[in-house]
């Protein structure tokens, strides 16, 4: 019996050395301690043997039984802390990790260099006025003095929305209706930010594009101002040292009319493929505006002088950020548009 119960301690180390999980550990301890256990049921042969025998076996059964139940709480204890610690290494958190970061919006390239655009000006004084991007032929021709021949009144040139009605070829328009509004007041200093549609589309034309639209009305208003004050513009926004030039042109709606080109921001001058070897950028149209304009819209030619300009905004922001095709701001490419969040 004593040999019996040896083995029975044996097999139990054993087997409380080998298992792996709590729930099986219980079930051994049941197998061998239990009410129906191995042990329970080896003593209840007790009966059976010499009296002088059994202190000693019972004696040793005490033993084994406080052994074994010793053992089984010690191995739960260990399997109890191994589990603890898989289940924390499944929870593990790496603090070092980079973090994930959501995708945030941010305004549109063309939208920044407007709103830098009307900073500068607004910085000078001016304030800010908008006007219908779906205008009449009123509004954006024959009150700018534009010929009924003028090409850019063709159906093939314009979005009509149906006769007379179109969406504005140039923020012009915005001219005559801030004169409209507050002749015959002075001075006037607007400027017109906003869109304009022609039916144009390649590298260099898109259909829809943006124009900053000016207008300074005072008295004594030369060419001098108009010059000084896009000098200025020009560079707050491409720098202390940007020269412009002023190149006679042709608009109805001024006279004299001038383009304005700005040194080339990519060569500084010297020439390369983006000013086509000429060292200058065109980014807008000026002029003194014309007599009849002013008179057309309540001010008097003789007692004011007014400068215009449309730039385009386009223009400035491919030199800005150094862009070579127009199509880029509207093909909703987010490795471009990110780059400027
Ligand atoms: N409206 C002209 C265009 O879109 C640009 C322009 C030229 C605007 C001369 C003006 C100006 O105000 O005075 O081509």
Same mark, same amino acid.
């Given at each position: 019996m004593q040999k019996k119960l040896r083995e029975i301690h044996n097999q139990a180390v054993a087997e409380i050395v080998a298992v792996q999980t709590e729930e099986d550990l219980k079930k051994i301890q049941i197998r061998f301690l239990? !009410? !129906?256990g191995e042990m329970t049921s080896l003593l %209840?042969?007790?009966?059976?043997?010499p009296p002088e025998e059994r202190p000693l076996v019972g004696g040793l059964a005490n033993q084994i039984r406080d052994e074994l139940t010793n053992l089984f709480a010690a191995r739960e204890e260990e399997l109890r802390s191994k589990a603890r610690q898989r289940a924390m290494a499944k929870e *593990? &958190?790496? &603090?070092t990790l980079p973090g994930k970061q959501p995708m945030i919006g941010h305004l549109h390239p063309l939208t920044l260099i407007m709103e830098e655009i009307s900073n500068i000006f607004l910085g000078m004084g001016f304030t800010i006025k908008e006007g219908p991007e779906i205008e009449t032929e009123y509004y954006n021709f024959e009150a700018l003095n534009i #010929? %009924? /021949? *003028?090409?850019? %009144?063709e159906m093939q040139d314009s979005f009509y929305i149906r006769p007379e009605i179109l969406? %504005? +070829? *140039? +923020?012009?328009?915005v001219q005559i209706r801030t004169m409209e509004e507050l002749? #015959?007041?002075?001075p006037v200093r607007i400027i017109a930010p906003g869109k304009v549609y022609r039916r144009d589309d390649d590298a260099t034309h898109s259909p829809m594009f943006h124009q900053v639209e000016g207008l300074v009305i005072d008295r004594d208003i030369s060419l001098s101002d108009l010059k000084g004050t896009l000098l200025l513009f020009a560079r707050q926004m491409f720098g202390p040292n940007q020269q412009v030039r002023l190149r006679p042109s042709f608009f109805p709606? +001024? /006279?004299?009319s001038a383009e304005v080109d700005i040194a080339?921001?990519?060569?500084g001058g010297q020439g390369c493929r983006v000013c086509k070897d000429s060292g200058w950028i065109e980014i807008l149209g000026s002029g003194m505006v014309h007599p009849r304009v002013l008179e057309l819209s309540g001010y008097d030619p003789e007692e004011y002088t007014a400068y215009a300009f449309g730039m385009g905004v386009e223009r400035v922001a491919m030199l800005k950020y150094g862009?070579?095709?127009?199509r880029m701001f509207f093909s909703n490419d987010i490795r471009m548009l990110r780059q400027f969040g």
């Amino acid at each position: 019996m004593q040999k019996k119960l040896r083995e029975i301690h044996n097999q139990a180390v054993a087997e409380i050395v080998a298992v792996q999980t709590e729930e099986d550990l219980k079930k051994i301890q049941i197998r061998f301690l239990g !009410k !129906k256990g191995e042990m329970t049921s080896l003593l %209840r042969g007790m009966g059976q043997l010499p009296p002088e025998e059994r202190p000693l076996v019972g004696g040793l059964a005490n033993q084994i039984r406080d052994e074994l139940t010793n053992l089984f709480a010690a191995r739960e204890e260990e399997l109890r802390s191994k589990a603890r610690q898989r289940a924390m290494a499944k929870e *593990h &958190v790496d &603090v070092t990790l980079p973090g994930k970061q959501p995708m945030i919006g941010h305004l549109h390239p063309l939208t920044l260099i407007m709103e830098e655009i009307s900073n500068i000006f607004l910085g000078m004084g001016f304030t800010i006025k908008e006007g219908p991007e779906i205008e009449t032929e009123y509004y954006n021709f024959e009150a700018l003095n534009i #010929p %009924r /021949e *003028h090409p850019a %009144r063709e159906m093939q040139d314009s979005f009509y929305i149906r006769p007379e009605i179109l969406l %504005r +070829t *140039h +923020t012009s328009p915005v001219q005559i209706r801030t004169m409209e509004e507050l002749a #015959p007041q002075v001075p006037v200093r607007i400027i017109a930010p906003g869109k304009v549609y022609r039916r144009d589309d390649d590298a260099t034309h898109s259909p829809m594009f943006h124009q900053v639209e000016g207008l300074v009305i005072d008295r004594d208003i030369s060419l001098s101002d108009l010059k000084g004050t896009l000098l200025l513009f020009a560079r707050q926004m491409f720098g202390p040292n940007q020269q412009v030039r002023l190149r006679p042109s042709f608009f109805p709606f +001024t /006279e004299p009319s001038a383009e304005v080109d700005i040194a080339c921001v990519i060569c500084g001058g010297q020439g390369c493929r983006v000013c086509k070897d000429s060292g200058w950028i065109e980014i807008l149209g000026s002029g003194m505006v014309h007599p009849r304009v002013l008179e057309l819209s309540g001010y008097d030619p003789e007692e004011y002088t007014a400068y215009a300009f449309g730039m385009g905004v386009e223009r400035v922001a491919m030199l800005k950020y150094g862009i070579d095709d127009l199509r880029m701001f509207f093909s909703n490419d987010i490795r471009m548009l990110r780059q400027f969040g």
